[in-house]
């Protein structure tokens, strides 16, 4: 199932990693990715990592590989490589979001065969509930399934703006301090963690593996434990 994250298929939707910080969120997206890149053979495959802390994933590169700042060195980092770590200037942070985005989509359109994996790590940064979602944002969830670019949402908070809310169907959900918190996950995407909270807690780094279209929720132990 977690392998399901990462993969655009064009049948499932988008992807949420919530949980406060040090709850395992990183720990969680590298090895998983980790495992996952390693059993991916399609040579259209492509994954972007967008860190506005400007952190993670280094290894993942290849050998002379390095970060890129601006989207036009995604671009040309994309062409040749599976995977591309976008550590983005501070300075017009939204838009340089958006502008990434959209060159996703322009992407596709002169590689029809390209299947691509977008995580955003802060998440929240973008999509806080009292934000109105940005046309780019909204594009890539009504359209990216249709488009096989697929997202993951890396976040402290379950609270997204409610137009992509509805475009998510997995969840890991990980420790989240307080109960406010716990009723938004219920409000908003129709399950308690309140009853695994201790379990969560006892346990460092394990989480919840939530399927949000059929209500199953599984309590995961630690990955690579």
């Known amino acids: 199932m977690l392998k399901d994250m990462y993969y655009p298929d064009g049948k499932s939707l988008h992807k949420l990693v919530v949980g406060q910080s040090g709850s395992g ?14 059993g991916v053979k399609d040579p259209d495959f492509r994954m972007v990592y967008f860190s506005p802390k400007n952190e993670g994933f280094i290894d993942m590169l290849d050998k002379k590989q390095k970060p890129v700042h601006d989207v036009g060195g995604m671009l040309r980092q994309i062409e040749k490589h599976r995977v591309v770590v976008f550590y983005p200037d501070a300075t017009g942070l939204e838009e340089t979001m958006d502008d990434t985005i ?9 590689n029809p065969d390209f299947k691509v994996s977008l995580i955003i790590d802060d998440s929240q940064v973008f999509l ?15 359209l990216g399934r249709s488009r096989n670019i697929n997202a993951v949402y890396v976040s ?4 997204l703006n409610k137009s992509l809310e509805g475009q998510i169907d997995q969840m890991a959900f990980f420790t989240l301090p307080a109960k ?4 938004q996950t219920e409000e908003r995407f129709g399950f308690n963690p309140e009853p695994y ?5 006892a346990v460092d780094y394990s989480f919840l593996y939530v399927d949000i279209r059929s209500g199953m929720v ?7 434990a």
């Open 25 to 38: 969120k990183s720990y969680f997206i590298e090895e998983t990715v980790k495992s996952f890149l390693k």
């Open 156 to 159: 402290h908070a379950v609270v």
């Open 197 to 201: 909270m201790e379990q969560l807690r």
């Open 218 to 224: 599984q309590p995961m132990n630690p990955i690579g």
């Open 102 to 110: 959209n060159a996703l989509f322009d992407l596709k359109d002169s």
């Open 128 to 142: 806080s509930s009292r934000k109105r979602a940005s046309d780019a944002f909204t594009r890539l969830a009504l």
């Open 180 to 183: 406010a918190h716990w009723k």
